[in-house]
């Protein structure tokens, strides 16, 4: 059995592993997580899965073709594949299939059969906050899922990297370590931690570092500091900056992009541009910023956790209940 056709079975088999609409990345972090094999096997068996098994819905009928034949890893416009194509599984496009305002159309005479997708209602933020749960690789560190009420390594990094912050200057340090346990804590998809160690060798970490947490009060200059940082790209450099400071900072993957992007409040970002992942992330933290004000407006209280102190919404804190938001909006 091939690798495209042991990730295709285990989609099968678990259909909650993938919404309806999806990404590169995220079947990518299903063949990180089901597949014995190299990085690059990992990478080749996701563009033959999206060729073999998926069909794309957001583009020109003629780039559907030249996708469809050869080797992925050769096609032309493979950063578009990887950073702005969505796809369905076969037999979930049909023909002249009436939409709705959020069954988005994509070409003429085709479109999505989807659900409904959930719309956002800020009364459902507390219950979203309280399902949130991640556990990546968490038992290789000795801890417990990340769940509500305790979120223990959540709490952990937030506590370390607060110190890092207050002292980094103070003791010379940038902590490389920390960051490592921040890549591995969020998966390490894509390798990140391999070109972060890469990396790590090119450049002044102690001083690259030290421009992020002198900018942490401005958000498009901390995020273009963050991007700096060896290895990372958006993902994981708005997760540095959420630990660094969760008050003002949210953690934006794929999952949370697609969602937002649906809904019209947030624009497509492409990963293979640094101006578009800036300007796309300052928008997606005045959006927490709206969000947290409107919870707050209308006395939607935060649960009560081991995080912070209180009932107030943190912008941290409105990322985790849009992450749940988001994972139920594609089923």
């Known amino acids: 059995m091939t690798n495209q056709e042991k990730i295709n079975e285990h989609i099968v088999k678990h259909t909650d592993s993938l919404g309806e609409v999806f990404g590169y990345q995220d079947v990518y972090e299903v063949a990180d997580e089901i597949l014995n094999a190299t990085i690059t096997g990992k990478y080749y068996a996701t563009l033959k899965f999206l060729q073999q098994y998926c069909t794309p819905i957001n583009v020109a009928e003629s780039s559907v073709s030249g996708f469809r034949s050869g080797d992925p890893r050769q096609y032309k416009e493979l950063n578009n594949v990887k950073n702005d194509w969505e796809f369905v599984l076969h037999g979930r496009v049909e023909v002249g299939f009436s939409v709705t305002k959020s069954q988005k159309e994509y070409k003429p005479?085709?479109?999505i059969s989807l659900k409904t997708?959930?719309?956002?209602?800020?009364?459902k933020f507390p219950d979203y906050y309280q399902q949130y749960s991640w556990n990546g690789k968490h038992k290789l560190f000795g801890y417990p899922s990340d769940s509500y009420p305790n979120f223990p390594w959540i709490a952990s990094l937030e506590k370390r990297f607060n110190w890092l912050c207050e002292n980094s200057a103070k003791q010379k340090t940038a902590s490389q370590y920390l960051i490592k346990e921040m890549i591995e804590w969020g998966g390490s998809q894509n390798g990140v931690l391999q070109k972060f160690n890469d990396g790590c060798g090119e450049v002044n970490l102690y001083e690259a570092l030290g421009h992020v947490i002198d900018s942490l009060s401005d958000p498009k200059q901390a995020i273009t500091c963050a991007l700096r940082m060896p290895g990372l790209g958006l993902?994981?450099?708005?997760?540095?900056?959420?630990?660094?400071?969760?008050?003002?900072?949210?953690?934006?993957?794929?999952?949370?992009?697609?969602?937002?992007?649906?809904?019209?409040?947030?624009?497509?970002?492409?990963?293979s541009h640094h101006s578009s992942m800036i300007s796309g992330y300052v928008k997606f933290v005045a959006l927490l910023q709206e969000l947290k004000a409107e919870l707050e407006t209308n006395g939607i209280k935060k649960p009560v956790c081991q995080l912070s102190e209180g009932i107030s919404w943190r912008a941290s804190d409105v990322e985790m209940a849009l992450f749940c938001w988001a994972e139920e909006s594609s089923r």
């Open 117 to 123: 997708e959930q719309s956002m209602e800020l009364t």
């Open 235 to 271: 993902t994981y450099a708005s997760k540095l900056l959420r630990f660094m400071k969760p008050e003002r900072y949210g953690a934006l993957d794929r999952r949370i992009r697609k969602a937002l992007a649906r809904e019209g409040k947030l624009p497509q970002i492409s990963d």
């Open 109 to 111: 005479g085709i479109s």
